[in-house]
């Protein structure tokens, strides 16, 4: 359940990156608008953020996940209002006018509530709810969660990231926030998981979950997968990130085959065109 939407994952689901940040590792600062009084800065444009998730629910997207604040290696933290005065006007237009499920990508327990009420139905936090007040603030809403591993924090998340055992660590994490989840009273039917591809993670280590995704299906949650355009994708195919498309439409491939039911990509139609081929084979067994 994403609010008062139901979210059908019979089938996998696309889930368009819509990021108002000005430093994003992809799209930063494509959604900006300079600030009228010509100071610098970076003001957010909801007329070209909704224009462009108009485009992606064309494109297939069935949930749009509009993100305040970069969480890219070495990012800089923005303050609670500067989330805020981003997301929740888009999130609003959004939620007026498109059919379609809005996630907040936000760590953050007041950009939650004020999310949930400008009419987002799931929180997708890098924190798995962590931060301090944040699981309380979801568990108020009726919105969906998706708890997703990540070793330290995004400015010091990539500096010699070390596991014993990826997979088992990971399974384990995500198993913790799922119980404290249901502890605060989200019930299992709110909640989806993501094994956090480049957050505090080698090379190595992504592709080992990458290999082994079918066996986090083990906890019996659906699974959520963010690799597109990423550095994991780019040191294999060395290619920049604008270069990354058929790199990152192979992972999705395969972290579907391997059981997820969402991906979160920057490029809805080729993925959704990607998924189909899946679908068409499945549906002839």
């Keep these: 359940m994403c609010g008062g939407r139901q979210l059908d994952l019979s ?14 590792f992809s799209d ?24 462009r998730a108009e485009v992606m629910v064309a494109d297939g997207a069935a949930i749009i996940d509009v993100g305040g604040e970069s969480t890219r290696p070495g990012a800089a933290s923005v303050s609670e209002q500067q989330e805020l005065d981003r997301v929740i006007p888009v999130i609003e237009a959004i939620a007026r006018h498109l059919d379609v499920i809005v996630s907040v990508d936000t760590s953050s327990p007041a950009v939650i509530r004020e999310s949930a ?23 108020t809403t009726a919105m969906g969660v998706c708890l997703m591993h990540m ?47 480049g ?10 979950l990458l290999r082994e995704l079918s066996q986090l299906r083990d906890i019996g949650l659906p699974l959520l997968v963010g690799l597109s355009r990423k550095s994991m994708i780019g040191n294999v195919v060395e290619r920049q990130v604008a270069g990354r498309l058929a790199g990152s439409l192979a992972a999705a491939v395969l972290a579907v085959m391997q059981g997820a039911s969402i991906v979160r990509v920057h490029d809805v139609a080729a993925t959704t065109d990607a998924l189909k081929v899946i679908q068409a084979t499945q549906q002839l067994s």
């Design 28 to 51: 930063g600062g494509v959604l900006g608008v300079a600030p009228g009084d010509g100071s610098p800065g970076f003001s957010v444009s909801v007329d070209k953020a909704l224009r």
């Design 117 to 139: 009420m400008a009419g987002a139905g799931l929180v997708n936090d890098v924190r798995a709810l962590r931060r301090d007040g944040a699981l309380a603030a979801a568990a």
């Design 11 to 24: 089938t996998p689901r696309v889930m368009g990156i819509l990021n108002v940040t000005p430093d994003s």
């Design 199 to 208: 957050f505090g993670k080698t090379l190595a280590h992504n592709y080992t």
């Design 151 to 197: 070793r330290g924090e995004p400015d010091t998340m990539q500096k010699a990231p070390v596991y014993d055992e990826v997979l088992t660590e990971v399974r384990d994490f995500l198993q913790r926030r799922v119980a404290e989840c249901e502890q605060a009273g989200i019930v299992r039917a709110r909640i989806c998981l993501d094994p956090g591809f």
